[in-house]
Nanobody, 124 residues
Framework: QVQLVETGGGLVQAGGSLRLSCAASGRTFSSYAMGWFRQAPGKGREFVAAINWSGAITNYADSVKGRFTISRDNAKKTVYLQMNSLKPEDTAVYYC?????????????????WGQGTQVTVSS
């Protein structure tokens, strides 16, 4: 099982940018689908973005498409979420997620490991 640690959250004004990082442990990181989810106060955890094992395939929630970019560096065992044009409604705790080897992530059920979460707050 892979262990995940997120960094990079913080407070930013609307229209600003942040980059989240997720460092993973484990020898087989390069085979795992990886993703990001978020949970706003009083709401359920929702899918944000995912990337396949090679980085060739990505998918995004409609609410972030065109503003967020997911990427990975398998040599560094790290996955990133670049967030641009941030809006107050992007405020949430963001969680890094690992799926199955050579699989995909689109739903909560696809996740096998979670990070501890990092807070992102966007002020208006």
């Amino acid at each position: 099982q892979v262990q995940l640690v997120e960094t990079g959250g913080g407070l930013v004004q609307a229209g600003g940018s942040l980059r989240l990082s997720c460092a993973a442990s484990g020898r087989t990181f390069s085979s795992y689908a990886m993703g990001w989810f978020r949970q706003a106060p009083g709401k359920g955890r929702e899918f944000v973005a995912a990337i396949n094992w090679s980085g060739a395939i990505t998918n995004y929630a409609d609410s972030v498409k065109g503003r967020f970019t997911i990427s990975r560096d398998n040599a560094k065992k790290t996955v990133y979420l670049q967030m641009n044009s941030l809006k107050p409604e992007d405020t949430a705790v963001y969680y890094c997620a690992a799926g199955t080897p050579y699989g995909s992530i689109r739903r909560l059920d696809d996740v096998r490991s979670w990070g501890q979460g990092t807070q992102v707050t966007v002020s208006s």
